[in-house]
T-cell receptor, first 113, second 114 residues
């Protein structure tokens, strides 16, 4: 049973466009939802994270939207740049399991100049 | 400061060999996680340490996998009698304290079992 489902698998966006990646979770015990960015040959790096007490969090060009009732959250990248080309993973964790993360399968984003 | 480091970065093993993968967490970080990342997939949890105590090993796929962190700092993931299905990137992450803190990942060890 996959607890975190991510879509799309791949995404191509023109420079300056908006990139949107979606995730859905099943376990209602999850209460921390980070997004990670991973470049080839590197480990995932935290990009932005949200807790279910807010519906949106913005940091620079990156925004997380969170819908607790639908058990869905999404990452929006505004003004996408070629340097944003990477694989993005959503994840979920909960205080009850020491914060170990359950990851989605990733989205490969390509931003064309 | 220095991030999480892992060694070796690449390891090629013949099927049946034992391998040991090392993780040096960020100094002072209490929590340490091991994840396995298959090609084209997200990381999957293997095991978790708080200091030297292994509190969760529910993700270890078989008894061929063994992890330790004897002094609460460096950790080693050992895989005995490697199989081709063990080929993956093994990621280590550390966290200062508290489940709400950020996990910092190392670059991973890419294991290829022939």
């Amino acid at each position: 049973q996959q607890q975190v489902k991510q879509s799309p698998q791949s995404l191509i966006v023109q420079k300056g466009g908006i990139s949107i990646i979606n995730c859905a979770y099943e376990n209602t015990a999850f209460d921390y939802f980070p997004w990670y960015q991973q470049f080839p040959g590197k480990g995932p790096a935290l990009l932005i994270a949200i807790r279910p007490d807010v519906s949106e969090k913005k940091e620079g060009r990156f925004t997380i939207s969170f819908n607790k009732s639908a058990k869905q959250f999404s990452l929006h990248i505004m003004d996408s740049q070629p340097g944003d080309s990477a694989t993005y993973f959503c994840a979920a964790s909960g205080d009850t399991n020491a914060g170990k993360s359950t990851f989605g399968d990733g989205t490969t984003l390509t931003v064309k100049p | 400061g220095a991030g999480v480091s892992q060694s070796p970065r690449y390891k090629v093993a013949k099927r049946g060999q034992d391998v040991a993968l090392r993780c040096d967490p960020i100094s002072g970080h209490v929590s340490l996680f091991w994840y396995q990342q298959a090609l084209g997939q997200g990381p999957e949890f293997l095991t978790y340490f708080q200091n030297e105590a292994q509190l969760d090993k529910s993700g270890l796929p078989s008894d061929r996998f063994f992890a330790e962190r004897p002094e609460g700092s460096v950790s080693t993931l050992k895989i005995q009698r490697t199989q081709q299905e063990d080929s993956a990137v093994y990621l280590c992450a550390s966290r200062s304290s508290g489940v709400q803190e950020t996990q910092y990942f190392g670059p991973g060890t890419r294991l290829l079992v022939l």
